[in-house]
């Protein structure tokens, strides 16, 4: 029997098949007969895990010139891309740090129309095309709120490279208002810069596995490589959806 005098029968009726309510029971019953008791737990420790996650989405880009004169209005366009992202959640399973990579592809241009000349006998006309695909890289960090059991949300916040492939490209078309009119077309090309840029989230993930997220990255400014000095802008709003596997 392991019946002690300190028990009674509502001990035994009232006792739960688990180990909150075993252990306790088992060590009065030690200290009754006066023995050593030796309990043997697990303990279970979490530790980091890594998530592997794709990624595609829709990106609505605005895309400008800045030191050029005359000066040009923003375009905007919306694209398409593609992802993959590495993300380390810690044991608390409330934080992460992630790198993720993106392919995209941008076709556009914006134009510019003003006066050489104070008494406007020389009109001005630059076209600028902006045609390169480029890859993101964004290192950042996660914060994560539960919902219930299978959903959660999650902020997050980032610093970005972006690495354009392509170039800018300016059609100048010079017209000299005389009689005739005199028109006279140049063409440049400049490859573009890297630029640095912060990254801005917000999302939520179902099951684990499912998710969609909500992307702002601020503006993108690349140096364009000429002989005059110009650069290009543009930020993006984008939709993505996630699968991590």
Do not use: H
Request: include cysteine.
């Amino acid at each position: 029997s392991i019946k002690c005098d300190n028990q009674t029968t509502n001990d035994f009726l009232n006792i739960r098949y688990d180990k909150k309510s075993l252990l306790p029971f088992f060590e009065n019953y030690s200290k009754c007969n006066n023995t050593d008791s030796i309990i043997y737990t697990e303990k279970f420790k979490k530790s980091a895990k890594i998530n592997i996650t794709a990624f595609l989405g829709g990106y609505f880009t605005t895309f400008n010139m800045s030191s050029v004169n005359p000066e040009t209005e923003a375009a905007s366009d919306l694209t398409f891309g593609i992802g993959v992202e590495a993300e380390m959640v810690f044991p608390s399973e409330k934080w992460s740090l992630f790198a993720s990579m993106d392919y995209n592809y941008l076709n556009t241009e914006v134009t510019a129309e003003g006066s050489l000349s104070e008494f406007n006998k020389t009109r001005v006309q630059d076209v600028y095309s902006y045609d390169s695909g480029f890859i993101d890289i964004v290192l950042g960090g996660r914060w994560y709120q539960s919902l219930n059991s299978t959903s959660r949300i999650f902020l997050g916040a980032g610093l970005g490279v972006n690495s354009p492939f392509g170039n800018v490209s300016q059609k100048r078309v010079l017209t000299v208002t005389t009689t005739p009119d005199f028109i006279f077309t140049e063409n440049f090309n400049y490859s573009v810069d890297a630029s640095i840029y912060l990254n801005l989230q917000a999302g939520y993930q179902f099951n684990n596995k499912y998710g969609i997220n909500l992307i702002y990255d601020t503006e993108k400014t690349s140096f364009l490589a000429g002989k005059e000095e110009k650069y290009s802008n543009f930020s993006r709003l984008c939709l993505n959806l996630r699968y991590t596997f």
